[in-house]
């Protein structure tokens, strides 16, 4: 099974960036890959998803914001947040799109967006 780690958050204020980054131990070329986050009090959401192929699909709260890409050769899946705001407040996953809570998660990373 592959395992990810996730990194990047942060403190930022609201309207500014952060790039999240989740590195795989092994291959994901064969996967569909997602990132999730979950705020304090609420279930885990998906906001966004990047297919094999390279298609991508977002959350309505993210479209326009939040951009997902995917390389292959690193292993590694990108989420780039733009314009946040503090309802993005939350700990980051990723994942396959299908994941379930019982499926294996990383430890994920935290972003707090707050003036």
């Known amino acids: 099974q592959v395992q990810v780690v996730e990194s990047g958050g942060g403190l930022v204020q609201p309207g500014g960036s952060l790039r999240l980054s989740c590195a795989a131990d092994?291959?994901?070329?064969?996967?569909?890959m997602a990132w999730f986050r979950q705020a304090p009090g609420k279930q885990r959401e998906l906001v966004a998803a990047v297919t094999r192929g390279g298609t991508t699909n977002y959350a309505d709260f993210v479209k326009g914001r939040f951009t997902i890409s995917r390389d292959n050769a690193k292993n590694t899946v990108y989420l780039q947040m733009n314009n946040l705001k503090p309802e993005d407040t939350a700990v980051y996953y990723c994942?396959?799109?299908?994941?379930?809570?019982?499926?294996?998660w990383g430890q994920g990373t935290q972003v707090i967006v707050s003036s």
């Open positions: 092994g291959s994901i070329s064969r996967f569909d």
């Open positions: 994942n396959e799109p299908t994941a379930h809570n019982y499926d294996y």
